[in-house]
């Protein structure tokens, strides 16, 4: 068993033991069962858990109306093509969407080590740039949108085959686009305390009203890499398949 | 004489998190309604899921009196009776027991049991119950609304739930579904409070395995309540836009009073899958917490240990784990797949095992107890009773070879009264009996308290055995009468006038409970800080009833598990939690041994 001193952020010392060894000892200890998480960070890893059965359930129930409809489903490579420069190219808007989800992924990373390194400007800069990843993606999902409600696509019909691909498509993006339109607005709320040098005071946070470090950087990451996960998942289950 | 007590040890581990920071209301406003103290949400949760529970219980009196005495009342027609029906099982499982064993038992002992001095999120916790509040009221509202609330069973399954015909299919079924939704994002808040508190806020030797049993029942419920109301949630959403967009999720082409409707190829049985994906782990979010405080009920009153610790936290952690793996069971009549009901009967049949392990060392424990029959020994004997009872008849149940036969039949509801209503609730009114005395200082009246519970439970079993019958007989549940039908015999009609008078019975008999509550309030014997001689955290407080903050000026610091009773060779037959060892009081009898 591999014991090291390890400090923590208030300078007590607390054993630390390795691999599954170390689960089985912060498990059987008191107090708390994740040794220097914050509450805050556990919290919303349980909340994202919950929130994954959400999603799961809107997917499985999309997958299960698919395949259970009695009218053919539209060919999503047809559907969402753009023509541009002449070329109608499948998938197009969905792979910018996606890739600028990705990168804005790159960017609250990048947020919370320069916030553990309590380098301000940057935090700030990064957070903000990562809110403007995720408003122009919902700004593009608004834009998709639009394109297939003129083409006829409704939540209680569609001319192209199944209704239920219209009521899946709404009814999920949404939901996604929903989650990221609220991320948009914490990771402005964060950026603006990282401005303020709020989370250097230890002042109490919105939301919970508790009072938080640098960690409210690292929870917001962990929010909003989740939903870019989901739409990983999104994007392989309704566009790929 | 080696040891004095299970693995208790004077080292305590020094402290990993600062003191909890606790919010100071200054105003009447903040102090007693907008409450951020654990406590304080407790009592509002408790007082609000008691009040609309209250109704359901009004409720089922109508519904009997219609079942026990058809045609003699007027304002009972059968869409009267079938939103009873569908009211009094909605309000029942979600808004009271739910409510009630999370909300209020939950909120009010977790802090206390595990030593913290209030929930993590105390802004959190306070959202969580108003909103809980503004579900009960939207779910009110749909009593007064054109067409009533809705009359779907509380299982809600589409088409019908939405279809014309149904009463409440204009205004009732959209509040009920609004009303769902907004109690899953209340709980989910004060859900992920309670887990965190036990896993991240326990005091300093306070492990998981020295815990008492009734937060590890709160635990692992709340656990599964996170994970399965997503399945209502999303369910939910999907009828409301069936219903009010006139997508096709769950509806297929149907033609509905003649006129062929705009639906076309949706998935009923879909909606059957996410509801019993929440509906069966719902069952076990109700009956944990039970569990949990029917253990520590049982040990605190046998002054013995309770038998197989660490099997109880396993079980509990087990069926938690398999309510997950055993919805179909609630769907072998829907049309589903008939190879999937195998899966589903051997998983269902598997989950008696740890029950099993549960009633067993339930029984343990009271051997050779040192019994003291006070009320809450009473009710969760009479728990113990019912329990066996009810499981009992869900092994028939969950067999599809005969559950086929039975489904819809009185016998299910038989059942599910056994062991998912009168059982938890026997559990309540225990557990309202025991921690009376610590949420207000006085005791409850004891004799009262007797009658309440006798008749309760006397009165179960002249409701339910019947009951079992009848389903036998092929009586069918929901039915608003069974006048005419031929295979049912004439002295089912008594049977059902027989059980309707015991249900008035006990009906009545709640009155009495409600009275003792209030009198025992203001009249009821002083409690001081231990009654019961009991040795978790919440007994040894400096002040009953406990203040914001909960210990005083410093945090209990435990050196053992919950259940140091009887003690071989201790002066006292209980040693609490947060006493060393080093200054147990040695007992002169030498033949403690």
């Given amino acids: ?241 | 004489m080696s040891t004095i007590a299970h693995d208790a040890d004077d080292f305590v581990a020094p402290a990993e998190i600062p003191e909890m920071e606790l919010y100071h209301p200054k105003t009447w406003l903040g102090k007693y309604v907008f409450s951020q103290d654990a406590k304080v949400i407790a009592i509002q949760y408790a007082v609000t899921a008691m009040g609309i529970g209250f109704i359901a219980l009004v409720m089922s009196m109508l519904m009997r009196l219609q079942l026990g005495f058809p045609d003699s009342f007027d304002f009972i027609n059968p869409s009267v009776y079938i939103q009873l029906v569908t009211m009094h099982g909605m309000i029942m499982v979600i808004y009271l027991l739910t409510a009630l064993f999370l909300g209020g038992f939950g909120n009010y002992l977790i802090p206390l049991m595990v030593g913290a001095r209030d929930m993590v999120f105390p802004y959190l916790n306070m959202l969580s119950f108003w909103m809980y509040f503004l579900a009960v009221v939207v779910l009110v509202a749909s009593f007064f609304v054109p067409g009533g609330p809705t009359g779907a069973g509380w299982t809600l399954y589409p088409p019908q739930a939405i279809l014309q015909g149904t009463p409440g299919a204009e205004w009732g079924i959209v509040l009920m579904l609004v009303s769902l939704a907004i109690f899953i994002v209340g709980f989910t808040m004060g859900g992920l409070n309670y887990v965190v508190t036990v896993l991240q806020a326990r005091t300093r030797g306070m492990t998981l395995m020295r815990m008492p049993l009734t937060v590890w029942g709160i635990f692992m419920a709340t656990v599964l309540a996170l994970l399965a109301f997503p399945a209502l949630l999303v369910s939910a959403i999907m009828m409301l836009f069936d219903m009010l967009l006139g997508t096709s999720f769950f509806m297929p082409a149907i033609v509905s009073m003649g006129q062929p409707l705009d639906h076309t190829g949706g998935n009923p049985i879909l909606f059957q899958h996410l509801f019993w994906f929440f509906g069966h782990p719902e069952v076990y979010i109700v009956a944990l917490p039970a569990f949990g405080i029917v253990s520590d009920l049982l040990s605190v009153n046998a002054r013995k240990n309770i038998f197989g610790y660490r099997m109880m936290v396993w079980a509990i952690i087990i069926i938690g784990a398999l309510s997950f793996v055993v919805w179909a069971h609630h769907m072998y009549v829907s049309g589903m797949n008939p190879n999937f009901g195998f899966f589903f009967a051997t998983t269902t049949l598997i989950i008696a095992v740890p029950t099993a392990i549960k009633v067993y060392n339930w029984v343990l424990t009271l051997w050779r107890g040192n019994i003291r029959l006070n009320v809450p020994m009473l009710f969760a004997i009479g728990f113990i009773f019912t329990f066996i009872n009810g499981g009992l008849t869900g092994l028939f149940l969950g067999n599809v070879t005969i559950d086929l036969p039975l489904s819809d039949t009185m016998f299910v509801v038989a059942h599910f009264h056994m062991v998912m209503a009168v059982s938890p609730v026997l559990v309540v009114f225990g557990a309202i009996y025991h921690w009376y005395p610590k949420i207000t200082g006085r005791m409850m009246d004891e004799t009262l308290g007797r009658w309440h519970f006798w008749i309760t439970f006397v009165g179960t079993y002249a409701i339910y055995y019947p009951m079992h019958y009848l389903g036998f007989l092929g009586v069918p549940r929901r039915y608003y009468s069974i006048e005419g039908t031929n295979f049912i015999p004439e002295s089912a009609m008594s049977l059902n006038a027989g059980i309707s008078i015991a249900a008035f019975i006990v009906g009545a008999a709640q009155l009495i409970f409600i009275y003792n509550l209030f009198i025992s309030y203001s009249r009821g014997k002083e409690a001081g800080g231990n009654p019961w001689e009991a040795t978790t955290l919440e007994w040894q407080t400096a002040d009953t009833p406990p203040k914001h903050g909960n210990f005083g000026k410093s945090l209990p610091l435990v050196y053992r598990w919950a259940y140091d009773y009887s003690v071989p060779g201790a002066e006292k037959d209980f040693i609490p939690q947060n006493v060393p060892p080093s200054s147990v009081e040695k007992g002169t009898d030498e033949t403690n041994q």
Avoid at chain 1, 20 to 48: C, E, H, N, Y
Avoid at chain 1, 207 to 216: C, I, L, S
């Fill in chain 1, 1 to 241: 068993m591999a014991n090291e001193a390890v400090v923590d952020d208030t300078g007590r010392s607390i054993a630390v033991v390795e691999g599954l060894q170390g689960v089985v000892t912060d498990w059987s200890s008191d107090q708390q069962a994740f040794k220097r998480v914050p509450w805050g960070k556990a919290m919303m890893w349980i909340f994202l858990l919950s929130d994954t059965f959400i999603f799961a359930c809107f997917l499985v129930g999309y997958m299960m109306v698919r395949s259970s409809t009695t009218s053919a489903w539209p060919n999503p490579s047809e559907v969402f093509a753009l023509t541009l420069f002449g070329k109608s190219i499948p998938l197009i808007l969905i792979a910018i969407m996606t890739f600028i989800l990705i990168s804005s992924s790159g960017t609250m990373a990048m947020a919370v080590k320069f916030g553990y390194e309590k380098n301000r400007k940057i935090t700030t800069i990064l957070l903000v740039v990562t809110a403007m990843f995720g408003a122009s993606f919902v700004g593009m999902q608004a834009f998709e949108w639009s394109k297939l409600i003129e083409e006829g696509v409704r939540p209680w019909g569609n001319p192209m085959g199944a209704t239920q691909f219209g009521s899946c498509f709404f009814m999920i993006t949404g939901f996604h686009g929903f989650h990221v339109s609220i991320g948009v607005i914490f990771l402005l709320i964060v950026a603006r305390k990282v401005w303020k040098g709020d989370l250097e005071n230890m002042k109490p946070g919105f939301f919970t009203t508790r009072r938080g470090g640098y960690e409210v950087v690292e929870i917001m990451g962990l929010y909003w890499h989740f939903v870019d996960l989901v739409w990983v998942f999104i994007f392989a289950f309704f566009y790929l398949w």
